[in-house]
């Protein structure tokens, strides 16, 4: 199976740049996503990595590393409703679903203050 | 409007009473999941589905039961719920092929199992 690691929590000020990371152990990487989640609601689609390198999207960028096992979410000009969870997921093409159904890491809880 | 609907949002029931959370796509999706979300452990793959008729155990299978009859449903049914399935559900669907990137999330319901 797989093996997603990431911080459970993280705290940052508002206007302040926060760097989210996540490691995973694969046997047939095939794709890592990056997920916002705020309390109560459905996860919403932030980014898509598979080849190594920096994605960026407005205040958020996503970076892999395919050889490390690693990832990380940047967000920038952090502003009060970045406060949520942000998930890790990965597609496996040796794990359940084949190539396209993603497994999630636990996710980090973003509070953003004053 | 492109959306992945649940139902219902919300339920409280007893011990060993059948139940079923319904959940439709109208996107044409190929593959659609259900998944589970409990504090701490993050979402967890319940079933899946890869197309109609085609589903398949992820990682928490027991006590849960899925068809695919049609493209755009993919009931979830708790034959004899126990106090240890209170959740909140979540399904889910991506497309299939080369497009299979984002999933797109349900609003979720949340089960109580007394």
């Known amino acids: 199976g797989q093996n997603i690691d990431q911080p459970t929590e993280m705290t940052a000020t508002e206007g302040a740049i926060v760097q989210i990371n996540c490691t995973y152990q694969t046997s047939g990487f095939n794709g890592l996503f990056w997920y916002q989640q705020h309390a109560g609601e459905a996860p919403t689609f932030l980014s898509y990595n598979v080849l190594d390198g920096l994605e960026e999207k407005g205040r958020f960028s996503s970076f892999l590393s395919r050889s490390k096992g690693y990832s990380y979410l940047l967000l920038k000009e952090l502003q009060m409703k970045d406060s949520a969870s942000y998930l890790c997921?990965?597609?496996?093409?040796?794990?359940?679903?084949?190539?396209?159904?993603?497994?999630f890491g636990r996710g980090t809880s973003l509070i953003v203050h004053p | 409007e492109a959306q992945v609907t649940q139902n219902p949002r919300y339920l409280i029931t007893v011990t060993g009473k059948k139940l079923t959370v319904t959940c439709s796509q109208n996107?044409?999706?190929?593959?659609m999941s259900w998944y589970r979300q409990d504090p701490g452990l993050g979402l967890r793959q319940i079933y899946y589905s890869m197309n109609v008729e085609v589903t398949d155990k992820g990682d928490v299978p027991e006590g849960y039961k899925v068809s695919r009859k049609e493209k755009r449903n993919f009931p979830l049914i708790l034959e004899s719920p126990s106090p240890n399935q209170t959740s909140l559900y979540f399904c889910?669907?991506?497309?299939?092929?080369?497009?299979?990137?984002?999933?797109?999330f349900g609003p979720g319901t949340r089960l109580t199992v007394l």
């Open positions: 997921a990965v597609r496996d093409r040796n794990h359940l679903g084949g190539s396209y159904i993603p497994t």
């Open positions: 889910a669907s991506s497309p299939g092929g080369t497009l299979g990137n984002e999933q797109f």
């Open positions: 996107m044409n999706h190929e593959y």
